[in-house]
């Protein structure tokens, strides 16, 4: 017995069992594009509540409270429960029948389930038992496992949709989504350690938001939630509505994630190595150029694909660099709750992507003003991190007062 506990506690086994995690959940929710036209079939469900719906979703995704509770009451237990709470939800989508049940179901509950079970918990898990030296190659793996789960879950959800229609679909996704049940064995179960000072939440985000380089971050992370959100949620209709066959926008979008594999262990291995801000600076302007190519380039099945792998390279590699620039800047005593609110300004970007973009689609019949927006922001982001001050700053329950 006292074997396996050494074993189960092993960094090793922590970083492998959150990247199973991650996998698992993140591939769940980039997959939920392909179900966008199918439901607007069957239950005439335009794509702005679609939209609205993964929008929802994503805003309670960010809310900071799972990295909080994680910090306070060890994350096995919060990935337990939202990986239960997720499969519920999913077997729930299979009698959902119009856009209130959507709301709730695929927007609230499958959103309550996510924050529990990606990034925020997982790597604030990780943070703890992995050297701070390591930390963003760790942080890496568990990122480019959580994209293989794009890779690997949209082509399977695509045959489910295909082969047994979308009831099927959600409920064979649910079965998929209880892996997490048992990989959340080796999450530690105990609470964080005592690096630095204890504070309560409130002087903790006061102290931590008087550091400026953190609220750039903040806003820096926004763009990426509203790039990820809108490409997941839209891209796969996009190329739909532009002719080309539906298996090629799947694989499109599987594409990215097979990618972002290598493009997240690449980026995590540069954090690691050179100055982060630096890192996120140049990423966002690579994702800019990439973008403007696809504009810009007649669309065909080739660009299509290539666009799927090119923009995969960068698509969650800026998890791995955002998160250990977090650390660095506080430690990991509250790398939970610090990057939970950082993950925030990534989802209320998320929220714009995915239901903005179907409004402006359903006002005008096109994409093409949002994917110059997402250019501009991509320029702006690339700006914002070169510019942000990575200084580590102390956690103290003086400063906090100072700071009330």
């Not at 469900?45 to 909080?68: C, H, K, S, T």
């Not at 791995?320 to 939970?340: A, D, E």
């Not at 992507?353 to 320029?379: C, E, K, M, N």
Request: net charge positive.
């Amino acid at each position: 017995m006292a074997t396996w506990q050494n074993w189960h506690r092993h960094p090793a086994a922590v970083v492998i069992a959150g990247g199973l995690i991650v996998l698992v959940s993140t591939g769940l929710r980039q997959s939920y594009g392909i179900f966008m036209q199918p439901l607007g079939c069957v239950l005439g469900i335009d794509r702005e509540m679609f939209g609205l719906a993964i929008g929802v979703q994503n805003l309670v995704l960010g809310l900071p409270l799972a990295g909080y509770l994680a910090d306070r009451f060890a994350p096995r237990r919060v990935v337990f429960i939202g990986a239960l709470l997720y499969v519920c939800a999913l077997f729930l989508m299979t009698e959902v029948h119009g856009t209130p049940g959507l709301l709730l179901i695929l927007g609230v509950l499958t959103g309550l389930a996510q924050s529990a079970t990606t990034y925020v918990v997982v790597l604030g898990a990780i943070g703890r038992v992995v050297d701070p030296s390591r930390r963003s190659t760790a942080f890496g793996i568990v990122t480019g496992l959580g994209s293989f789960g794009l890779f690997l879950m949209v082509p399977l959800a695509n045959h489910w949709l295909v082969s047994g229609g979308w009831n099927w679909a959600f409920e064979a996704l649910a079965w998929t989504a209880s892996i997490m049940l048992f990989a959340s064995v080796f999450m530690p179960d105990a609470t964080a350690s005592h690096e630095g000072a204890s504070l309560t939440l409130v002087p903790l985000l006061r102290t931590a938001g008087q550091h400026r380089g953190y609220v750039m971050l903040v806003v820096g992370f926004f763009v990426c939630g509203f790039h990820v959100a809108f490409i997941a949620t839209h891209l796969p209709a996009y190329l739909v509505d532009m002719g080309l066959e539906r298996d090629i926008a799947a694989n499109a979008l599987a594409l990215i994630g097979l990618f972002n594999v290598l493009g997240s262990l690449l980026f995590g291995w540069l954090g690691d190595r050179y100055r982060k801000t630096h890192v996120l600076a140049g990423l966002y302007a690579v994702r800019a150029a990439i973008i403007t190519g696809f504009v810009l380039i007649p669309l065909s099945p080739s660009s299509a694909m290539l666009f799927g792998a090119l923009i995969g390279l960068v698509w969650l590699a800026t998890v791995p660099v955002t998160s250990g620039l977090v650390g660095q800047l506080f430690g990991s005593r509250y790398l939970g709750t610090l990057y939970g609110v950082v993950f925030l300004g990534h989802q209320l970007g998320a929220f714009l992507g995915a239901w903005w973009a179907g409004r402006v689609f359903d006002a005008s019949a096109s994409y093409a003003l949002v994917w110059w927006v997402a250019i501009a922001l991509s320029v702006s982001a690339a700006v914002i991190h070169w510019l942000i001050d990575d200084r580590r700053v102390e956690l103290s329950q003086s400063a906090a007062v100072r700071s009330a």
